[in-house]
């Protein structure tokens, strides 16, 4: 979507859904040389409150945004400007399917680059019992349409 279909207050469900494995979770954390038992030791989990390894919640946010890409920014992102809020309500665990929807909480045009605006998205993620696991909140720079590709 260009930077002008992006208007606050829209929703978007989004169509992609994804189970969480075991493999993902600990191919991600060594990848990011994270050696948290937590999420890489199912003996030392099982003594946590959670009884059992929780996914890596970096795993987790980068999913939720992954999964919105498709139908809200592929192809239009010049680029991620960061992030203003992440929150982790609720672990994920292996074998968990998250679904994603994003809301579109701002739009401006830049103002050092007249061909883009910045967006201010939420992401939301929840789990198949559509308990919120992740909260975040970013800005992109987007693309404005094209002239050659008016409505």
Not at 4 to 16: K, M, R
Not at 52 to 61: D, K, L, Y
Request: net charge negative; hydrophobic share 40%; aromatic share 8%.
């Amino acid at each position: 979507m260009w930077f002008e279909d992006l208007e606050p207050g829209l929703i978007v469900q989004h169509a992609i859904t994804r189970t969480i494995t075991e493999s993902d979770n600990v191919n991600f954390t060594l990848a990011t040389m994270n050696p948290a038992p937590l999420h890489l030791d199912a003996a030392y989990a099982a003594t946590t409150q959670f009884a059992r390894p929780v996914v890596n919640s970096m795993f987790t946010v980068a999913l939720a945004v992954g999964i919105s890409v498709h139908e809200l920014t592929h192809g239009t992102t010049i680029a991620n400007l960061g992030f203003e809020k992440v929150k982790f309500p609720a672990p994920l665990f292996h074998g968990d399917t998250v679904h994603v929807e994003t809301e579109i909480l701002s739009a401006r045009p830049s103002k050092s680059k007249s061909d883009c605006g910045i967006v201010c998205f939420e992401h939301r993620c929840f789990n198949q019992e559509n308990l919120l696991v992740c909260r975040a909140v970013r800005n992109a720079l987007m693309q404005r349409r094209p002239a050659d590709q008016a409505r």
